[in-house]
């Protein structure tokens, strides 16, 4: 059984203030919570103070991004090492949003997840296609080469640590989520990838979340599919109500 994981992406939203009285609101909505694993995911400065109040609870700590040198003359740039000495657990790595806008390629979310693998930091790589892809059929080969360059030169003990999240970028903030069928008929794919460039064993015990406008009102059906192993949120994150809402859902 894949133990599920709700993680909440935070982005670019919040202050320190309300970041805090968040997490101070979800240590005690949550705390009851032990059969799935919680991580909130705030931007880089909120994530010390975040820590501190989440200390010895059920929720985990994870950023956004991360450099993949341990130190050294990258100005704006956060490394793995900095990551976990500030309490984090989890990295997201390859968003869509920094692939798009900051012009991350398959080769950097690789350094990143193998240099996150040697700081114990667990990483939840994002996959995912985008309309202009899904509508020209390209969605698999869109899918097949981000896994084969993102994945590339691990071993399966390596893999078996990443968490995969397939978010449709046209489904990111956009309110229009994919179908639960059409979710499952990726990860499976995924799954089918995975099995090939490692093996089935790992293939099954890979968590895949889907991660694209998931919300209070679509997270039970799409929890329900049986290769979906949780969720990526983004925009119902940011509220303690429907954040608590997704983590449990049924
Ligand atoms: P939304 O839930 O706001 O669509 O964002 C999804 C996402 O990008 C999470 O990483």
Excluded at 11 to 27: F, N, Q, R
Excluded at 123 to 139: F, K, N, S, V
Aim: glycine share 10%; with cysteine.
């Amino acid at each position: 059984m894949r133990r599920p994981i709700i993680a909440g992406n935070w982005k670019m939203y919040l202050t320190l203030s309300g970041a805090l009285d968040l997490v101070k609101d979800l240590k005690e909505r949550l705390k009851g919570i032990a059969d799935r694993d919680i991580v909130v995911i705030p931007p880089f400065t909120y994530l010390h103070s975040c820590h501190k109040v989440l200390e010895g609870s059920n929720i985990n700590i994870g950023a956004q991004d991360m450099h993949w040198e341990k130190e050294g003359a990258f100005t704006g740039e956060v490394s793995p090492f900095m990551l976990t000495d500030c309490g984090c657990k989890f990295c997201v790595i390859g968003h869509s949003e920094r692939r798009a806008y900051f012009h991350e390629t398959d080769e950097m979310v690789n350094k990143k997840i193998k240099s996150a693998l040697i700081y114990g930091i667990i990483p939840i790589c994002c996959i995912g296609e985008t309309l202009e892809q899904r509508e020209a059929d390209q969605t698999f080969d869109v899918i097949e080469g981000q896994v084969r360059g993102g994945f590339a030169g691990l071993t399966s003990g390596q893999m078996g640590r990443v968490i995969i999240a397939y978010e449709p970028v046209w489904a990111i903030g956009t309110g229009r989520t994919a179908t639960p069928e059409q979710a499952n008929e990726v990860h499976a794919f995924i799954r089918g990838n995975l099995a090939g460039l490692f093996d089935t064993e790992l293939a099954n015990n890979v968590r895949i979340q889907y991660g694209g406008s998931v919300k209070p009102e679509n997270c039970d059906d799409l929890m329900s599919q049986p290769d979906i192993d949780g969720a990526l949120v983004g925009g119902a994150s940011l509220k303690a109500d429907s954040f608590a809402r997704i983590v449990g859902f049924k």
